[in-house]
């Protein structure tokens, strides 16, 4: 019987029991009628084997006959058992069969100790001795296939001791007491066995009658939770599951192919106000947004959810026209400009970004529709002067185009299609430059050259950075056996490559087989931004590469948050400052002082500090006034293939230092 059938069998016969007592019951002779087969088995072997042992010194009767005999109705008993359906019995028919299972135990026993009696006659010493093990290891072990049922345990164990002690006492040796106080120990503690396996019956019925009436509670529940599933808590809109449910009805009813519209809302200056005000005044504002969403859409026959954070959602049907799509979007800028009221009695404003759907385009399910809107409340969000953007012809081109790069990329031999250039990072007191940053760049067979800008965003987000970031250290490692020992190099890592275990354990991999002496000359660039998800982790990961002796440099530094400590607890080598602060130099006096500051900084905490996107020689004399030494930017190179480094490297050429770029009326690259 398999455990799948046993598994049904135990619940229906528990489900027709009334009591507990009916129950434990019920088990035990499911349990017990398991056992028989076995037990019978075991029985005839041994019968089988004690007459044949008495073959040559008995009776026919008795070494032949007696277990033939046993033979027969133990097949019979096994059939009998193998076929019953125990599951089918009432609660009056197990408690017959449990009975009859008792008495037939008492009646085997007692017939296996006669026929024990009558071979005693002709056993000599080894004989009796056998005689006795058969009759107290027969009777204790069938004892054990009546585990579950303690009452049946005792009878037949104190039937076998009884049987035993009757036959075997009265020869008159110590051999025979002893092994009766050693059957009486035995005896007890399968006694004992036989009571606690009955008690974990118990248990598992009442566990059992536990888990019906939680059931019985759950589907009493069931009409409860299905609105819970498809509803947001806090606002009672439908949630992303439901309103999934409510565009698939709009688009499939809508007639001749016309297609609803599919908008989607983003709250923008809603996370400082969880931040500086608490959660409880975040909730108000969400739920008095759903309010103002829901009397806007009352008059539209559409629908409206919230998808989850700040993020909402709305349908419109299929006769709304393109200028009434376009007015339902501006009433909804309209109504978020009203300030909201917070709980602790402050006043706050928040707006919103929205993306809406279009009908240009033949699409193939609600999904495209609510993808069109997502794609233009993207484009929407890093727009600055559009909080409205349709999904327009432009879109669905920058659309297809990121399906082709993807799929592209996803087929790319990156060894083979990557290759690498590396800017100079300048020491702009004397104009040598030993360090570069190596950046990747991607000439595909199938789409031609696809700038950075392009890939890498498509390549996290297909979650596909791994491969390109190993393509890059590979390259990288062989260039600098080629380049004189004096070159260092750094190289990104993304976000989602610090963040990954299974990445940085596979460049730690790549590194661990290179010479100390290269590896020492490496520096593994990541941004603040990496570090936000999960810092414990990035800490963990980036030490692996502390370890090898390879350097890590904090890049973009200033545009993310905690940057001081990160600059505690990592321990960078290098700071970047963000090319933003560059940008900004020359007009914005507090980028001067905040670009002079993080210099200072980092000379106290004897960090190199390297200023990035310098492009002009006014942004380098502020930065040389600010204290900084080591630049990057178009001032110095465009980034450069690794053949027109050679020079630099070896200092046969060099960069303009700065005393020689203030005499010069034109920026250029001198040799």
Not at 97 to 114: F, N, Q
Not at 479 to 496: G, H, I, T
Not at 513 to 540: C, G
């Amino acid at each position: 019987m398999d455990s799948k059938i046993d598994l049904k069998a135990y619940r229906t016969m528990l489900r027709k029991a009334r009591t507990s007592d009916e129950a434990v019951a019920v088990e035990q002779l499911r349990a017990i009628a398991q056992n028989v087969p076995p037990l019978y088995t075991m029985l005839s072997v041994a019968a089988m084997s004690l007459g044949l042992t008495f073959l040559d010194i008995g009776p026919l009767h008795l070494t032949i006959g007696v277990p033939a005999l046993f033979i027969v109705v133990s097949v019979l008993r096994i059939g009998w058992w193998t076929h019953e359906k125990v599951e089918n019995y009432t609660y009056e028919a197990v408690r017959r069969g449990l009975l009859s299972m008792e008495w037939l135990s008492y009646l085997l026993i007692i017939s296996l100790s006669c026929w024990v009696g009558l071979l005693l006659p002709y056993a000599d010493d080894t004989h009796a001795a056998y005689l006795a093990f058969f009759t107290a290891f027969t009777g204790s072990s069938a004892t054990i296939c009546a585990m579950p049922r303690p009452r049946l345990v005792v009878g037949a164990l104190l039937a076998t001791f009884g049987a035993f002690c009757l036959l075997f006492l009265p020869r008159g040796t110590s051999f025979y007491v002893f092994m009766a106080v050693h059957l009486a120990t035995t005896f007890f503690v399968f006694f004992m066995f036989s009571y606690i396996y009955k008690k974990r019956i118990e248990q598992t019925v009442m566990l059992h009658n536990e888990l019906v009436s939680e059931n019985e509670r759950a589907s009493g529940l069931a009409e409860s939770n299905r609105y819970l599933a498809l509803s947001d808590t806090l606002t009672g809109l439908p949630n992303r599951r439901r309103f999934f449910e409510q565009i698939s009805v709009f688009f499939e009813r809508s007639p001749n192919g016309q297609l609803p519209v599919v908008g989607l809302v983003d709250l923008d200056g809603f996370k400082p106000i969880n931040d500086v005000y608490g959660h409880s005044a975040g909730d108000s504002v969400l739920i008095e947004t759903a309010a103002r969403l829901q009397s806007l859409i009352a008059d539209h026959n559409g629908g409206i959810a919230r998808l989850g954070g700040d993020e909402f959602a709305y349908v419109l049907p299929w006769n709304t026209t393109p200028e009434q799509a376009k007015e339902f979007a501006e009433s909804i800028l309209k109504v978020m400009e009203r300030p909201f009221m917070l709980p602790c009695g402050n006043i706050s404003r928040v707006s919103a970004s929205i993306g809406y759907s279009s009908r240009d385009f033949d699409v193939d399910s609600a999904k495209d529709l609510m993808e069109q809107a997502d794609f233009a409340l993207f484009r929407a969000k890093e727009t600055v002067d559009k909080s409205i953007v349709r999904f327009s012809a432009i879109h669905a081109a920058s659309k297809r185009r990121e399906v082709l790069v993807h799929q592209a990329f996803k087929n790319a031999n990156l060894d083979d299609e990557i290759h690498l250039v590396f800017q100079p990072i300048v020491n702009s007191t004397d104009g040598t430059m030993n360090c570069c940053e190596a950046l990747a760049r991607w000439d595909s067979p199938e789409i031609g050259m696809v700038p950075p800008g392009e890939f890498v965003p498509i390549a996290e987000k297909a979650g596909m950075t791994q491969e390109m970031t190993m393509a890059v250290f590979r390259k990288v490692i062989d260039q600098m056996k080629v380049w004189p020992d004096s070159a260092r190099v750094s190289v990104n890592l993304s976000a989602q490559d610090v963040n990954s275990e299974q990445c940085t354990d596979a460049v730690a991999a790549l590194l661990m087989v290179q010479p100390a002496s290269l590896r020492r000359r490496i520096s593994i660039e990541v941004t603040e931004s990496s570090l936000l998800t999960d810092f414990e982790l990035v800490r963990a990961n980036l030490f692996k590469f502390r370890e090898l002796g390879v350097k890590i440099a904090l890049d973009d530094f200033g545009t993310g948050y905690s940057s001081l400590r990160y600059l505690q607890e990592i321990e960078f080598d290098v700071v970047k400052i963000d090319r933003s602060f560059v940008r900004s130099i020359e007009e914005n006096g507090k980028s001067f002082g905040l670009v002079r500051t993080i210099q200072q900084l980092c000379r106290s905490l004897s960090v190199t500090c390297i200023v990035e996107g310098v492009e002009s020689r006014e942004q380098l004399e502020y930065a040389r006034s600010a204290g900084c030494v080591f630049v990057q930017g178009y001032y110095y190179s465009q980034p450069l293939m690794a053949d027109k480094l050679v020079p630099y490297l070896l200092h046969e050429e060099s960069f303009e230092d700065y005393r020689q770029s203030l005499g010069l009326k034109t920026i250029g690259v001198a040799s």
